[in-house]
């Protein structure tokens, strides 16, 4: 055993009790291990000295006579401890001493054939022995350089029976324990019993069908670590990403915001400069005009110091000039002002909280931590109309399951046809952690509807979805009306309808007693017999069919037989008679032909005659299960659908006549059947039913769940009147359908 292996297989040698590898263990008769000493404790604690209680599940089991001890010895414990030991030995974590002798020699080799360590005198020993000569012996360094691609084993130790100390070869599946021959033979000979070596290779399958969900489950969480180890290298990788981005970022916003800050530095400067420049110019227009007033007003005072010390004349004659200056200058005085023309009111306002003030220039924006196992799509429908709008909403959730209130998650849905179109899904983000979607189908089939998250799927996807057919009805064909069919006098209550090659299909006309025939443009084509018994000749004929060749066969309800002919019309062959017995037929009525076989439907036999094609009886099935069936078809997967009208329900059959199940129950709510006579199937694999008392055609999807249905009583377009007959689809996907009462067909399309 590897290396690697045994460090994984130590988690379980460990004693439950003592939490260490096992010494000496013991088991008890329950299987569970622990080593001696650890029971004995268990022992000398337990009121009962002679049982013992088992620390794990709690049964208690008698002490043997000679105590622990004889409980006993899990070899199976002991031999994988023995390949620990020899694998810590291999790898150099134990020092590794001679097996053979007692002279502490260096130990030079191991014999890989014996898992023994060899002192050099050993191993010569062993080299020249008879028995040993060919053993294939490694140097011990070369084994430790190897030590991950060696594998060795211990020696196998056989379990011994401890009564009779000889080996336990075989396994007594009754009391499931190992035992020897002479135990068998005296305790054991009427249980069940085998070799060991037989048995172990039965369990050992058993183990191993066990293990393949264990390996599912590993494989599971060995894929589960990929993705949960993906996740974290993309955190890592999106951390450094990010943090790069931050930086990048920040370092631009720091050369805007220094060439921001330079200018407005400078702008304000400027407009500093500007301001009080301007300020500085008018204070000094203001400092010339005081100081000119104030010049001119010291001369006029000269002047007056002047007329005072001169002449009473001269004081005379410059009185005028003296009081005119003084005048004027009192006037400019009074206008020129003493205060200063301009303040020095001009500060500097600086933001004071800066750090509150400074604009955040970017954030982080954490997204959900969105689980895709709880998120899920709710409201999904199974079944949508085609061309027709569906909506569904996805919630996303959290690992703890409640929703997660944010927008934005990387969501993204889309449906692909089974043709492989892809159908688009348009979403809307509701901001709450919910999503609306909604998609409109333009092809009938199975759609993948798939929901991802982060690229992974939510809970359920991808999703199927059944897109169907709304049938309508497109026209009243001509035959509903009178004396439109030549020489049959008209439509008169039609029954079985079919479709064969080239778009041909035939109709029964049971009242008539003849088969009408149309082209793929419902022309008509001709008719088909006349009442009577003769070849050619019908007594009601009320289920058509036609094989892959074109041949038309016809069931002659009262006659109890069925007719064969040629694309022509022309009569060819004809097989049954009326009766019970292999071959013979009760009331015929639905027919299908497929692969070869003629499928009938005895509506007073209340079984499926299976004829081949040249009339040759085949089987008899569905006794027990029919009550008055009516019309029979074969779905895409090859099963036999029968309109069971006494049951109100669709029978299923295998084509070998296998009784498979059923669907539908009697009742007129969705889904129920009343009375069930005509059935088919389309390409897409729906089922379509017309039931008699309900007036109306039911659509099932392939499983048999209930799709829609359209029609109602009556005899306007669309609406039927008992409809007793069948109904087939053309080949370009219309549905024809007999309406008995109305003594018409219908014609419906999508």
């Known amino acids: 055993m590897a290396a690697k292996q045994m460090k994984k297989m130590t988690s379980h040698l460990a004693c439950p009790i003592c939490c260490e590898l096992y010494k000496n263990p013991k088991y008890l008769p329950c299987y569970h291990s622990y080593c001696q000493a650890c029971l004995t404790k268990v022992q000398e604690k337990s009121a009962d000295k002679s049982n013992i209680a088992c620390p794990e599940c709690r049964k208690t089991s008698v002490v043997p006579a000679g105590g622990i001890k004889d409980f006993p010895n899990n070899f199976f414990i002991n031999r994988l401890l023995d390949e620990i030991a020899l694998q810590r030995k291999v790898e150099g974590e134990e020092e590794a001493k001679c097996d053979l002798c007692f002279r502490e020699d260096p130990v030079e080799v191991l014999c890989l054939d014996c898992s023994a360590f060899l002192c050099s005198r050993c191993t010569d020993n062993h080299k020249h022995s008879r028995e040993y000569h060919n053993h294939n012996m490694m140097p011990l360094n070369e084994v430790q350089s190897k030590k991950e691609n060696v594998t060795v084993k211990p020696k196998a130790k056989f379990a011994l029976c401890q009564e009779h100390e000889i080996e336990l070869n075989f396994y007594c599946e009754t009391c499931e324990q190992l035992v020897c021959h002479y135990c068998i033979t005296k305790d054991h000979f009427q249980h069940e019993h085998d070799t060991v070596k037989k048995v172990a290779n039965k369990y050992r399958q058993e183990m191993d069908d066990m293990m393949k969900p264990v390996e599912k489950m590993i494989e599971g969480l060995s894929t589960a670590h990929n993705k949960v180890h993906g996740v974290k290298d993309e955190i890592g990788a999106k951390a450094t990403s990010v943090d790069k981005e931050i930086d990048v970022y920040y370092e631009k916003v720091q050369r805007q915001l220094l060439q921001r800050l330079q200018q407005q530095k400078d702008d304000l400067k400027t407009e500093l400069h500007k301001v009080l420049g301007q300020k500085q110019k008018e204070a000094s227009l203001h400092l010339e005009k005081m100081e000119h007033s104030q010049a001119e007003l010291e001369s006029v005072k000269e002047l007056n110091s002047a007329v005072k010390r001169g002449s009473d004349q001269e004081a005379l004659l410059m009185k005028k000039q003296v009081m005119d200056n003084v005048k004027r200058l009192s006037e400019l005085y009074g206008k020129l002002g003493t205060d200063p023309v301009e303040s020095v009111a001009v500060e500097f306002e600086c933001v004071k909280d800066f750090d509150q003030s400074f604009p955040q220039f970017g954030k982080l924006y954490i997204g959900p931590n969105i689980s895709v196992v709880n998120s899920e799509a709710l409201n999904v429908p199974k079944m949508i109309p085609i061309g027709e709008m569906v909506n569904f909403n996805i919630v996303t959730k959290d690992r703890h399951n409640h929703i997660c209130h944010k927008e934005g998650s990387d969501i993204i849905s889309q449906a692909q046809s089974i043709r492989g179109d892809v159908i688009p899904v348009e979403m809307k983000d509701n901001k709450d ?234 009742g007129a709510g969705r889904g129920q059947l009343s009375s069930p006579t005509g059935i088919t199937t389309d390409k897409y694999g729906f089922i379509l039913v017309l039931e008699s008392e309900n007036c109306r055609v039911s659509v099932f999807d392939k499983d048999g769940v209930f799709v829609h249905c359209f029609g109602s009583s009556g005899s306007a377009q669309g609406q039927f009147s008992s409809p007793n007959g069948g109904l087939a689809i053309s080949n370009d996907g219309k549905i024809y359908i007999t309406d008995h009462g109305n003594n018409r067909i219908q014609i419906f399309s999508d």
């Not at 004396?483 to 080239?502: E, R, T």
């Not at 009938?600 to 089987?619: A, L, T, Y």
Request: hydrophobic residues 30%; charged residues 15%.
């Open 433 to 666: 952690g919910s999503y609306s979607a909604s998609l409109i189908a333009n092809h009938v089939g199975e759609l993948r509807l798939s929901v991802t998250i982060n690229k992974q799927h939510i809970k359920g996807s991808p999703y199927l979805v059944n897109v169907h057919r709304i049938y309508r009805p497109i026209n009243h064909h001509a035959m509903d009306k009178p004396n439109k069919i030549v020489d049959g006098g008209g439509l008169k209550q039609p029954w079985g309808i079919a479709f064969g090659k080239d778009g041909v299909w035939a109709v029964g006309d049971g009242s008539n007693h003849c088969v009408w025939m149309f082209d793929s443009q419902d022309q008509l084509i001709r008719k088909i017999g006349s009442k009577g018994n003769g070849n050619g000749q019908f007594n009601r004929p009320l289920g058509v069919a036609f094989d892959h060749d074109g041949h038309l066969y016809v069931t002659d309800h009262i006659n109890n037989r069925v007719q064969k002919f040629n694309p022509n019309g022309d009569y060819l062959l004809q097989f049954g008679s009326h009766g019970s017995g292999d071959g013979q037929l009760k009331y015929p009525l639905g027919i299908v032909v497929h692969n070869g076989r003629v499928y009938i439907v005895e509506w007073s036999g209340k079984r499926i005659s299976v004829f081949q094609c040249g009339g040759q009886f085949c089987q008899t099935f569905g006794s027990g299960h029919l009550s008055s069936p009516y019309y029979i078809t074969v779905t895409n997967n090859d099963q036999l659908l029968v309109a069971n009208y006494g049951h109100h329900c669709i029978s299923i059959f295998t084509l070998d006549g296998t009784y498979v199940g059923k669907f539908g129950e009697q």
